[in-house]
């Protein structure tokens, strides 16, 4: 390994900026590059999922420029740039021919949207929203629209849904489950969320996928599998992310769900680590902001010469779904366990608990999110 090359971090997302932050504090020094396929602005992804309601543009959104991110951290980006192979018996990247050499690498690429697959000639009107810049070429497409068909009912889905009915459009929902945020939460509290969503105006149809796309002026028909036919100014697609893994494939890393790390967030190959949304922790693809602070902190110290074990702590996830407040922490999958649950309303107390009475998970709506802070102490950790 050459220990005098820079450490390499591809990724601008809130992985690579955090640890680039935690890593200058610890060394003011070292020599850092930072390479990214986008245009390297800083911002805080969840806020896309609220800047129709608040009519925020992409621009207000973005907290600093590349430019402005390098001289603060004093760092170099290479923007627009895409990693087109990793040689870690040599210890370098690629931009296309350009070698750039690394002591250290760091992958924090993310995770990208999976794309629906669907017949008809409008499938190139579905958009998703997964970054800063495709926000922005969306929300130039509805500029002026009023109907948008949101694919999916996960919690990206929701979130877009109570926003852009907030922004003051017509939003109707397809998603292919029984009940919305099928994997977050039990039946009582998802249909809470629904009912409130509804009494906003937003029009669900659970159960069937959308199977074609067909151009009508300057908007879609969507055909659903059902027979239901829905007319949109423009589509989002919120099915699913997933973790970007080929770079990692073809440089021989190991990958299952995500790019596979242990506690030290090292990889398969040495000095090669992950951290966010494309990272697969001792077995666990969290992509959620809060595990990706708690590894940025973990792995500059590891970075800087002290390993150490990152931990995940009771970290419940809040859906932004305003209209009715969702916080939800769910159990461990495959935990043995069964949901007690209050409903009144719009208000939902769901508790995941084992046999032994023990608290697993919990899921709470409305009035009831305030409870969190109890339920938190009750919950065990994460990865502790
Ligand atoms: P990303 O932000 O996706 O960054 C990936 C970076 O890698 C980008 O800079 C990209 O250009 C770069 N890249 C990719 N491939 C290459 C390549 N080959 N070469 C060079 N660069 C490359 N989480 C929460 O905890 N709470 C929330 O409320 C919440 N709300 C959300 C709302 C929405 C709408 C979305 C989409 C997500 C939300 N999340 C939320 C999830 C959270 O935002 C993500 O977990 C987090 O932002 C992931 O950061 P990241 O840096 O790992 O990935």
Redesign the pocket.
């Known amino acids: 390994s050459n220990s005098t090359a820079p450490f390499v971090v591809?990724?601008?997302?809130?992985?690579?900026?955090n640890l680039v932050k935690e890593l200058r504090k610890l060394a003011p020094e070292q020599e850092i590059i930072m390479?990214?396929?986008?245009d390297?602005r800083n911002y805080?992804?969840?806020?896309?999922?609220t800047g129709f309601g608040k009519n925020k543009s992409a621009d207000e959104l973005a907290m600093g420029s590349a430019a402005d991110m390098a001289a603060q951290l004093n760092i170099v980006i290479r923007t627009h740039?895409?990693?087109?192979k990793i040689d870690t018996a040599n210890h370098k990247v690629f931009v296309g021919e350009e070698p750039i050499s690394y002591s250290k690498l760091v992958l924090?690429?993310?995770?990208?949207a999976i794309r629906p697959r669907m017949e008809g000639d409008g499938a190139d009107r579905v958009f998703s929203?997964?970054?800063l810049e495709d926000y922005a070429s969306f929300r130039a497409i509805v500029d002026g629209k009023k109907r948008v068909l949101v694919m999916g009912a996960g919690?990206?889905g929701c979130?877009?849904a109570n926003d852009m009915v907030n922004g003051g459009f017509e939003v109707e929902v397809v998603a292919p489950c029984e009940h919305i945020l099928p994997t977050l939460l039990p039946t009582e509290a998802a249909h809470a969320v629904q009912e409130g969503l509804e009494g906003l105006g937003v029009k669900f149809h659970l159960g069937p996928l959308v199977t074609r796309i067909n151009r009508d002026g300057d908007g879609v028909v969507a055909q659903l599998s059902n027979g239901t036919n829905v007319a949109a100014d423009a589509v989002v697609s919120?099915i699913g992310?997933r973790p970007?893994l080929d770079?990692a494939v073809k440089a021989g890393i190991q990958v299952n769900h995500g790019i596979v790390a242990d506690r030290l967030l090292q990889t398969s190959e040495p000095d090669v680590y992950t951290?966010?949304?494309?990272?697969e922790v001792e077995g666990r693809v969290?992509?959620?902001?809060?595990?990706?602070m708690a590894s940025a902190r973990a792995l500059a110290k590891t970075l800087t010469g002290t390993p150490t074990e990152v931990s995940y702590g009771v970290m419940p996830?809040?859906?932004?779904t305003p209209v009715v407040p969702v916080v939800v922490s769910p159990a461990a999958p495959d935990s043995a366990g069964r949901w007690i649950i209050e409903r009144e309303g719009a208000d939902v107390q769901a508790e995941f608990r084992n046999e032994a009475g023990d608290l697993l998970g919990y899921a709470l709506t409305g009035a009831k999110v305030m409870n969190k802070v109890a339920l938190n102490k009750e919950l065990p950790a994460i990865m502790p």
């Open positions: 591809i990724g601008t997302g809130l992985a690579g900026y390479i990214t396929a986008d390297g805080s992804k969840p806020m896309l999922s740039t895409s990693v087109t924090a690429w993310g995770a990208e929203i997964n970054d919690l990206i979130e877009f919120a992310l970007r770079l951290l966010g949304d494309c990272a969290l992509l959620y902001v809060l595990p990706l996830v809040t859906v932004k």
